[in-house]
């Protein structure tokens, strides 16, 4: 049977865009395979889009990833978009509690279409 709450990621192109979605729990375990992906990306140039409305899980380790992609993104002068989670949801609540949502400046839908 397939587990909701194992890790994978999806990557896709589009509309010259990195598109990355995050799957089943980010955490200590996970987080460098998606830190990895996403800078790696953004060091090649890539406009990148980290869509979070498919993760089941995040901790400590996950809001570092997404710092560390902002902070690349910010300095660089580099196209980083991070699509919200749901509302409500146990990601969105790590986000809320850490309060880095709005310095990350999230979406709720991807322009990458």
Not at 7 to 32: K, M
Not at 45 to 74: C, N, P, W, Y
């Amino acid at each position: 049977m397939n587990d909701p709450t194992a890790f994978s990621i999806a990557t896709a192109e589009r509309n010259g865009r990195l598109v990355v979605v995050p799957r089943g729990e980010l955490d200590l375990a996970t987080a460098p395979e998606l830190e990895d992906l996403v800078l790696d990306g953004l060091t090649g140039g890539k406009a990148v889009t980290l869509d979070l409305r498919e993760l089941q899980f995040m901790d400590s380790s996950g809001v570092r990833v997404l710092i560390a992609a902002h902070a690349k993104a910010s300095d660089g002068g580099l196209d980083l978009e991070l699509v919200r989670p749901p509302r409500g949801g146990p990601v969105d609540r790590i986000l809320e509690i850490s309060g880095v949502e709005d310095a990350l400046g999230m979406v709720d839908e991807s322009t990458a279409g």
